[in-house]
């Protein structure tokens, strides 16, 4: 299964961007599925997550300000991430929850401030 991230940018600091999963076949009704970032320097870590009854979970560090969401008809899974911060800045994947072995090509968010 392909899962291909998109929706990073730069922005500035308070400034908003919806992320997109797409996956290559139906996955989202069967798997938990989550959102990870990679910041430099530091290790890959769970960002959001939405198990298969549609329950969220979230990082402390983005409660309040971060949103996922999933489309099973449409196959896409969504990050809506409001007041962003430089903090934020990181590359941005989807994976299962818990993640397959398998990484896609993230998204790079880069945030200014």
């Not at 990073?8 to 798997?31: K, M, T």
């Not at 969401?69 to 990181?90: C, F, H, I, R």
């Amino acid at each position: 299964v392909q899962l291909q991230a998109s929706g990073g940018g730069l922005v500035q600091a308070g400034g908003s961007l919806r992320l997109s999963c797409a996956a290559l076949g139906s996955i989202f009704s069967s798997n938990g599925m989550a959102w990870y970032r990679q910041a430099p320097g530091k290790q890959r870590e769970l960002v959001a997550g939405i198990g298969r009854g549609g329950t969220t979970r979230y990082a402390d560090y983005v409660k309040g300000r971060f949103t996922i969401s999933g489309d099973n008809a449409k196959n896409t899974m969504y990050l809506q991430m409001n007041s962003l911060k430089p903090e934020d800045t990181a590359v941005y994947y989807c994976n299962a929850m818990p993640p397959w072995s398998a990484w896609g090509q993230g998204t790079l968010v880069t945030v200014s401030s």
